[in-house]
C-alpha cells in the first residue's frame, strides 16, 4: 500500500503540480513580458511624438521664407535690425510656433550684423560648445541630443535639456550658415514618459547615460545618471532611432518573485489545492474498495478450498457414487448381461466432472450433461420407480454457475424424495429466463418434507457459511448454496415448497445482474 501510495499520489500529485506551477508562472511571465514590451511601445511612440513636433517647429521655421529673409539681411545700425526684428517676430505664425508643446527655438548665424537677443544670436557663441560641435562633425541634417547645459550665465542653474538641431538650408540663396534649435521642456517630457509607461520601470539611454528613469533621478538640474548604475535586470528592451540618433528604451524587470505571480493566479492555485485535497481522498475510497474487493475474493477462495476439501471427504458423491456402483454389480450379477458399459461410461462422466477442480465454474449446458448422467445412473438403480426430465432453454445454456449445483438438488431429490417413496416417482429439471433472471427448479414426487423440515431446509439454504459445512446434515447442498451466494455476491434467492406425500419443489432465482455467459475460449 505504502509503494501504491507512493506511485498512485505522491509521484502524480508532485508531478502535475509542477507542471501547474510551471505552467502557472509562465503565463504570468508571459503576460508581464507583454505588459513590458507594450511599455516600452508607449514610450518609443511618446517620445518619437515629442521630436516630431520639434522637428515640426524647426521645419516651419525654415521654411518660412521672410524669417530667411530677415536672417540673410546685412544690418546697417542695430536701429535698423531691430526695426526688421521687431517686424519679423510680429508675425502670428512664429508666435504661434514658440507656444507649441512649451518648447522653445532658437536661431544661430554667422550673420555679423545681426543684435545678440530675442532667440536670435550669433553662431559664434556656440561655436565653442560641445553639442555644437557633435552636431557639426556629424554633418546631419537633423540631430537630437540630451544635454546637461553647464555653459549657461552664472546667475543661472546647469540644467538637463532635450534639444534638437537642424540646418537652415532651405533656400538655396542663402550666403549665411544658419541653425535651429528646439530646446524641448525636461520636465514636460518626463511627465509625458512616466505616463506612457505606465507603472512599468522604465528608461531610455545609449551606451554611456540613462537620461530618464520612471523611478526617480529626473530632477532637471541634476546631471544625467550613468546607465550602469542602475539596478536590477533589464526585462525588455527595443531600439530606438530618430533623425539618425540611437538610443535604447529599457523596461526593467519587476521584483515580483514566483510566489508573487502565484499569488495573483490565486483561482488557479486554488482548484490545483482543491485537487490535492479531493484526489488522495478519492484514491483512500479506491484503495479500500480494491482492498475489500481483493479481501472479499480471498474469501470466496479459501471458502471454495475448503469446500472443496469436504467434498473430497464424503456427503456430495458418496451417496449416490457407491449406491450407483453396487446396483452396477447387482445388476450385472443377477442378469447376466454386459450392459454394464453404458453405466460405466456414465460414471466415468460424473467422475472425470467431479475430480476436475481446476475452475469451480462450468456451463449450465456442461452442468444438465452431468445432472443426465447421474439420471440415468438412478434410473438403473430404481428402475421403474424413477422417472425424469430435463429441461433447458437455449438462452441458458451459456450462462456460467458453479460446478456441483444442480445436481447437488437433484442428488437431495433422489436421496430424500424417491428413495423414501415405494411407488413410482418422477424428477423435473428446468433451467429457464424470467425477465433477465435466470430460474433454476428441481422438482420431485417424492415423499415430501413437513412444514417445518421445509423452513428449516430453506433457512439452512439461504445462511449457507463455512460453519454450516462444518456441521453434519444435508452438507451437500449448503456446499452448493454457499457457492453459489459467493458467485452472485450473495444475490442469489432460494425457496422450497413442499407438501408431505406429494413431494419437494427447490428453485434457485439468479438476478439478471449476475447471470454471465462463459466464453467460446474460456
Sequence with gaps: MAVLYLLCIILPLFVTDTIFVA?????????????????????????????????????????????????????????????SYNTVMGDEFLKALCSINASTFEIYTD??????????????????SSWYKEFKEKGQETFVKFYYET???PSAKPRRMLMLLRRMDYYP???YKKICRIVIDYGAFTRSMESAAAGSGGYISDDEYAYFFTEGNNYMYDDFMKASDIKGRIGYSRDFIYAETPFRINITEDADSGFDILLKGWPLLLVMLVVNAIFPIFFARLTRTVAEGKLAEQEMDIA??????????????????????????MHSVLRGENETAQMVEKLAVIERRNANWDDDNTTVENEMDFVDAYLGLQKY???????YEVDVEEACKKVTIPKLSIVTFVENACVHGIEEKSSPGWIFVRVYKRSQDMIIEIEDTGGGLSDEDAAALHKKMENASLELLKSKGRIGVVNACLRLKMATEDRVRFSVESEKGIGTTVTVVI????????????
Excluded: W
Design 304 to 329: 471454495r478450498q475448503q469446500a472443496e476439501l469436504l467434498a473430497l471427504h464424503s456427503q456430495i458423491n458418496p451417496h449416490f457414487l457407491f449406491n450407483a456402483l453396487e446396483s452396477i454389480r
Design 151 to 153: 555653459e549657461t550665465a
Design 511 to 522: 438476478p439478471g445482474e449476475c447471470v454471465h455467459e462463459k466464453s467460446i475460449a474460456g
Design 381 to 387: 438403480r430404481f428402475g421403474d420407480r424413477l422417472s
Design 23 to 83: 505552467m502557472l508562472i509562465r503565463s504570468g511571465r508571459t503576460d508581464r513580458n507583454y505588459k513590458y514590451e507594450k511599455s516600452a511601445e508607449n514610450m518609443a511612440f511618446s517620445f518619437g511624438k515629442i521630436l516630431e513636433n520639434a522637428s515640426a517647429i524647426a521645419m516651419n521655421v525654415t521654411k518660412n521664407e521672410g524669417f530667411e529673409d530677415f536672417l540673410e539681411k546685412d544690418y546697417n545700425s542695430g536701429l535698423d535690425y531691430y526695426d
Design 173 to 175: 540663396r542663402g550666403h
Design 111 to 128: 550673420n555679423p550684423t545681426i543684435v545678440n537677443g530675442g532667440g536670435i544670436y550669433n553662431l559664434n557663441r556656440v561655436s565653442h
